[in-house]
């Protein structure tokens, strides 16, 4: 009787799922897939799964109850996933090509299977399906000899890569980087070359800087082009009954709507930046532009003075500059992941997380604080030595855009704060009246609205030293105003991490918020014995967190004298 080799019972395992005990839903809009995999053959194959999966007899049975709850990857394309599956299963790459070679690395980098970096890599450039897009994942990589292969492509092949719809697609730093090679030092066959496309080119994601130290010296636009790029970038000036006067702009002015995107920093010269004094900061060079908005990273130095030790921090906030137009009103709602890049093998990236922010230009910034002790030790592998540098990136998805007045607006009438309480077990063991606050605002009513965390127990038995966790809702008064308040209806909410547990919740009903009594809440939401138990649903062990939320609706707001 034929006996099929392990390759070939292997392969029968990934095409056909049986006995698979893990889903993933790969993909993004239409392109969603749901493909079926073997915890015990990922966590073998990369320290990423065995994190992912890793075995916990406690948790068994609440595992199989959620079988059925797929993990998403957003942002791996369906047919990537596959060819990585097929390598981890069998080793076999006949599906690895110039068409996805380079999502195959993303998610290769991603779940850490080095195996395949190589492979990737070794596809030809000339069969890139995108060479651009190639180039930015050489950079985002630090992949240096990649990078340079695929420049030197575009430097021999620009005539044609110019007239590709995925050179329309590049940002304003390639863009700059392409104008300025040595080979396109003519002028003339800049513009010449360039052709149609010239005038696809969106000039405005440019900053003035970019223009006047690359754009300009290029040679590649006309004096009435580059006076039409001036004075739109100065529009807010000028506009009204000057329009007439202005240089006709011969460039889209629209912006692209991309809905995601990943821009990261190196903070350089770690070491010195470090012990510079509290509120130094640094920025990200780079500008990511979406949904018409300007995206960028902060870093700045912050100190917590609770105590006696003042225990510098470095805090990354993520910033949104607004629309370039003169418009006070635009808002947008926005996630993002934050990522402390690690530079050791099998250490884990540090990772901060919000959900639905919403940005607007009274609140445009949000962040989260890294002690840079922990950031500074060489064992923990966040800081780069020889480099002397730290690396973050931030993952982030923007949603609901808008440029006029709005809900999402500052003056709304309600809105979601989210919360997530890190280093939950050591935040347990703290002493009794030991409070967390959220550290980004959200807007309500023209009123600012935080969430407090409060470590609590019942006094009615003297004898009963069990903790609670108390959640309330703050807000805070407008300035110099001693007459304000409002009527607030809210759900507090511990957010679940099961997908069969449902969030645990109360409610408050038309509260006075005002200037005497600006909290309310409930001191004993849920005891940390059933909190911290990883059969209830609630607690992270992973990330070591509990997700807090509150659904708040806002009426009756009163300000100036009673």
Same mark, same amino acid.
């Given at each position: 009787?034929?006996?099929?080799?392990?390759?070939?019972?292997?392969?029968?395992?990934?095409?056909?799922?049986?006995?698979?005990?893990?889903? =993933? &839903?790969?993909?993004?809009?239409?392109?969603?897939?749901?493909?079926?995999?073997?915890?015990?053959?990922?966590?073998?194959?990369?320290?990423?799964?065995?994190?992912?999966?890793? =075995?916990?007899?406690?948790?068994?049975?609440?595992? +199989?109850?959620?079988?059925?709850?797929?993990?998403?990857?957003?942002?791996?394309?369906? #047919?990537?996933?596959?060819?990585?599956?097929?390598?981890?299963?069998?080793?076999? &790459?006949?599906?690895?090509?110039?068409?996805?070679?380079?999502?195959?690395?993303?998610?290769?980098?991603?779940?850490?299977?080095?195996?395949? +970096?190589?492979?990737?890599?070794?596809?030809?450039?000339?069969?890139?399906?995108?060479?651009?897009?190639?180039?930015?994942?050489?950079?985002?990589?630090?992949?240096?000899?990649?990078?340079?292969?695929?420049?030197?492509?575009?430097?021999?092949?620009?005539?044609?890569?110019?007239?590709?719809?995925?050179?329309?697609?590049?940002?304003?730093?390639?863009?700059?980087?392409?104008?300025?090679?040595?080979?396109?030092?003519?002028?003339?066959?800049?513009?010449?070359?360039?052709? $149609?496309?010239?005038?696809?080119?969106?000039?405005? /994601? /440019?900053?003035?800087?970019?223009?006047?130290?690359?754009?300009?010296?290029?040679?590649?636009?006309?004096?009435?082009?580059?006076?039409?790029?001036?004075?739109?970038?100065?529009?807010?000036? =000028?506009?009204?009954?000057?329009?007439?006067?202005?240089?006709?702009?011969?460039? $889209?002015?629209?912006?692209?709507?991309?809905?995601?995107?990943?821009?990261?920093?190196?903070?350089?010269?770690?070491?010195?930046?470090?012990?510079?004094?509290?509120?130094?900061?640094?920025?990200?060079?780079?500008?990511?532009?979406?949904?018409? &908005?300007?995206?960028?990273? !902060?870093?700045?130095?912050?100190?917590?003075?609770?105590?006696?030790?003042?225990?510098?921090?470095?805090?990354?906030?993520?910033?949104?500059?607004?629309?370039?137009?003169?418009?006070?009103?635009?808002?947008? @709602?926005?996630?993002?992941?934050?990522?402390?890049?690690?530079?050791?093998?099998?250490?884990?990236?540090?990772?901060?997380?919000?959900?639905?922010?919403?940005?607007?230009?009274?609140?445009?910034?949000?962040?989260?604080?890294?002690?840079?002790?922990? /950031? !500074?030790?060489?064992?923990?592998?966040?800081?780069?030595?020889? %480099?002397?540098?730290?690396?973050?990136?931030?993952?982030?998805?923007?949603?609901? #855009?808008?440029?006029?007045?709005?809900?999402?607006?500052?003056?709304?009438?309600?809105?979601?704060?989210? !919360?997530?309480?890190?280093? !939950?077990?050591?935040?347990?063991?703290? *002493?009794?009246?030991?409070?967390?606050?959220?550290?980004?605002?959200?807007?309500?009513?023209?009123?600012?609205?935080?969430?407090?965390?409060?470590?609590? @127990?019942?006094?009615?038995?003297?004898?009963?030293?069990?903790?609670?966790? %108390?959640?309330?809702?703050?807000?805070?008064?407008?300035?110099?105003?001693?007459?304000?308040?409002?009527?607030?209806?809210?759900?507090?909410?511990?957010?679940?991490?099961?997908?069969?547990? #449902?969030? +645990?919740?109360?409610?408050?009903?038309?509260?006075?918020?005002?200037?005497?009594?600006?909290?309310?809440?409930?001191?004993? +939401?849920?005891?940390?014995?059933?909190?911290?138990?990883?059969?209830?649903?609630?607690?992270?062990?992973? %990330?070591?967190?509990?997700?807090?939320? *509150?659904?708040?609706?806002?009426?009756?707001?009163?300000?100036?004298?009673?």
């Amino acid at each position: 009787m034929y006996e099929p080799s392990l390759v070939e019972r292997m392969k029968h395992l990934l095409r056909t799922g049986e006995h698979a005990d893990v889903y =993933f &839903l790969v993909g993004d809009g239409d392109g969603k897939e749901l493909v079926p995999a073997h915890k015990l053959i990922l966590r073998s194959a990369s320290e990423v799964f065995e994190a992912m999966f890793r =075995f916990d007899a406690k948790k068994e049975k609440a595992e +199989f109850a959620s079988a059925n709850c797929p993990v998403e990857v957003p942002d791996v394309e369906a #047919a990537a996933f596959r060819v990585m599956l097929s390598f981890i299963y069998t080793e076999e &790459l006949s599906e690895l090509n110039g068409d996805n070679s380079m999502e195959v690395l993303y998610a290769a980098k991603k779940y850490n299977i080095p195996g395949l +970096f190589n492979p990737c890599l070794d596809v030809p450039v000339s069969e890139l399906r995108n060479v651009f897009l190639a180039y930015a994942q050489a950079c985002l990589f630090d992949l240096k000899d990649f990078a340079h292969d695929c420049l030197m492509f575009i430097d021999k092949n620009v005539e044609t890569l110019i007239k590709s719809e995925e050179f329309l697609q590049i940002n304003q730093k390639l863009l700059c980087q392409i104008l300025e090679r040595d080979e396109l030092q003519i002028p003339e066959n800049r513009r010449q070359m360039l052709g $149609p496309a010239l005038f696809t080119i969106r000039f405005r /994601l /440019l900053t003035k800087k970019e223009i006047w130290e690359t754009i300009v010296p290029s040679q590649v636009l006309t004096a009435e082009e580059k006076i039409g790029v001036y004075q739109f970038h100065c529009q807010p000036i =000028f506009r009204g009954n000057y329009s007439h006067l202005f240089c006709p702009l011969k460039f $889209p002015s629209h912006w692209r709507i991309w809905t995601f995107g990943t821009i990261s920093m190196n903070i350089e010269e770690m070491s010195e930046f470090a012990r510079e004094p509290t509120k130094s900061c640094r920025y990200s060079d780079d500008t990511v532009y979406i949904k018409g &908005l300007s995206w960028k990273i !902060m870093a700045e130095i912050n100190e917590r003075t609770e105590g006696t030790d003042n225990e510098k921090y470095l805090c990354i906030f993520f910033c949104c500059d607004g629309p370039r137009e003169e418009n006070e009103n635009w808002s947008c @709602k926005c996630s993002a992941t934050f990522r402390i890049v690690s530079k050791m093998d099998g250490v884990e990236n540090s990772v901060g997380k919000f959900y639905d922010q919403v940005f607007n230009a009274k609140q445009h910034g949000y962040g989260f604080n890294f002690e840079f002790a922990e /950031l !500074m030790e060489p064992s923990k592998g966040f800081y780069d030595q020889n %480099g002397d540098k730290i690396t973050v990136t931030i993952d982030f998805t923007v949603g609901e #855009a808008k440029a006029d007045k709005s809900i999402y607006d500052s003056s709304k009438s309600h809105g979601t704060l989210f !919360m997530d309480i890190e280093k !939950m077990s050591e935040f347990a063991r703290e *002493i009794i009246l030991s409070e967390r606050k959220s550290e980004s605002v959200t807007y309500i009513n023209e009123l600012s609205w935080k969430i407090l965390a409060q470590i609590n @127990k019942k006094t009615e038995n003297t004898d009963n030293n069990e903790k609670w966790l %108390g959640i309330s809702l703050q807000c805070a008064a407008p300035k110099e105003d001693i007459n304000w308040s409002c009527k607030c209806s809210a759900i507090i909410r511990i957010v679940s991490q099961k997908c069969d547990v #449902a969030d +645990f919740k109360l409610e408050l009903n038309d509260d006075v918020f005002d200037n005497e009594m600006n909290n309310w809440g409930f001191f004993h +939401f849920m005891s940390f014995a059933e909190l911290m138990d990883p059969e209830k649903g609630f607690y992270d062990q992973s %990330g070591n967190k509990v997700t807090l939320a *509150i659904d708040v609706t806002v009426k009756e707001t009163k300000t100036g004298d009673k």
